[in-house]
């Protein structure tokens, strides 16, 4: 990718940065980005701040604007502490999925390396952010810096009128759902400042109460009513509730019988904010892939063209190299796979599969292989993929042996792990599908359901977690989350655990209110 270097003036030196110098850099790279690499990319806010703001930034999960409460700060004095003690560094950016797209910059970084975040944050990840399926499915950039004012201002007035203890209270059972507060399934209604609006005006003036309506519509009990009559008039419930219901939040801020209005809408502001960050988890690889892709080829190319210096180059490959290293197994900073490294990795090997294919890649991407198009498969690939069906797709034999990937069977009941794929043509076939498959949803979040309302009685709630991996949830664990999840209801919650494919019940755990 790296050309000779053309003979032009340099739009800096040193590590200082001045506003004056990220102006000439921001408009170079533009250029590149949107006439080389073909970028469509949301309006750009450069926001320049200070460690601490990043910190900040950190604690209230990347949003401008956020809601108060306790675990930010505990996030805020947590970090601040080992960045302190020079135990842990800073990201060097933080960028935010909205239209102006907002990246955060830090003052203390040098000049190329505002450069590269730039580079990598203003154009890679907002390219990413506006034109993969799943965030324009899912998210509505125009929206949602209104909407965080919206709930940061409504839960400082229920803080007012209700008290901050009260408040604080339904925010930790809200935020112990909220990985079971996304609608996998159907598309979520766009976010609107205005609309909320309304939509709390006329709560206030008509009280909307959806769970009464259920209360008020059930058919009347004979006292002489037969267990199958019973039964039947169970299933009529239960179906009028629209069960199984995978969304917990949801269920409970319509049909919960011990919320009030106030409490109903802040459910809805935890489960609105989880719902948009819910296609990040499912494209971090592609994501990060696709930033520093787009950051690698733009500093080659502002060096290509002289515009910056070789010592400039070196430091940014330096910085480059850091970001997108894989430690071995045995290495202490071992933490999984890097998508860093995997993304940045299987988007050089697309580029290379495009121009400079061998034979095998011929064989295991006819599609595009020789094509010439790099560019245009990439974005393609950005815009339709997501992590487990990018790899699952494009992860290459090549990949796979460079990375030293190989498979195991892991039986806690064998004495000995046995190796289940090694480098063959079944080999690569098997690890590019055991590795896709440990990106699925069902892998990263616990399948977890409403099943059933005991409505003749106790009104217990009763949950059902659908286990594909044969490891039910930790009991201790599944107890404290049960506990949040009776707090809102206000009733007893059951669980259970069954095995997705063969239906047998793996545990159950009861909470009961006392």
Partial sequence: MVQAQATQQPLYEGAEWTFKKLDLVFDAIEEIAKKELGLDVYPNQIEVITAEQMLDAYSGIGMPLMYNHWSFGKSFVRDEFYYRKGMRGLAYEIVINSSPCISYVMEENSMTMQALVIAHAAFGHNHFFKNNHLFRQWTDAEAILDYMHFARKYIGKCEERYGVEAVEELLD??????????????????????????????????????????????????????????????????????????????????????????????????????????????????????????????????????????????????????????????????????????????????????????????????????????????????????????????LSPKLIRDFRLFQIHDNSALPHLKVEAIHNEQGYRKIRSALAKSYTVSAMDLDIQVADVEFDGDRALTLRHMVHNDVPIEGKEAEEVMKRVAQLWGYDVGLYCEDAVNGKILATYDVTLS
Avoid at 192 to 209: F, G, I, K
Avoid at 237 to 264: C, D, M, T, V
Avoid at 323 to 329: G, K, S
Wanted: net charge negative; aromatic share 12%; hydrophobic share 35%.
């Fill in 173 to 394: 059972a809200a935020h112990a759902l909220r990985e079971n507060a996304v609608d996998r399934y159907s598309r979520p209604a766009k976010l609107s400042h205005e609309m909320e609006r309304q939509r709390m005006e006329a709560r206030q003036e008509h009280e909307r109460t959806s769970y009464r309506d259920i209360w008020r519509t059930l058919p009347e009990r004979s006292k002489d009513e037969d267990e199958k009559a019973k039964s039947e008039r169970q299933k009529q419930i239960i179906k009028k509730l629209g069960l199984p219901e995978a969304n917990l939040l949801y269920f409970l801020e319509k049909h919960s019988p011990a919320l009030q209005e106030w409490q109903r809408e802040i459910l809805r502001i935890v489960r609105n904010i989880a719902q948009y960050f819910y296609p990040q988890k499912q494209t971090k690889v592609m994501n990060e892939g696709c930033a520093c892709f787009c950051h690698y080829f733009i500093m080659n190319r502002l060096f290509d063209k002289g515009l910056i210096t070789e010592g400039s180059m070196l430091e940014f490959i330096d910085y480059h190299t850091r970001v997108v290293a894989q430690p071995d197994f045995d290495d202490p900073r071992w933490n999984g796979i890097n998508p860093y490294a995997l993304g940045f990795a299987m988007m050089q090997d697309i580029y290379r599969i495009c121009h400079s294919p061998t034979e095998e890649d011929r064989a295991w991407f006819p599609d595009i292989a020789g094509c010439g198009e790099g560019i245009a498969v990439l974005k393609d690939a950005w815009a339709n993929f997501r992590d487990e069906s990018f790899i699952l797709q494009f």
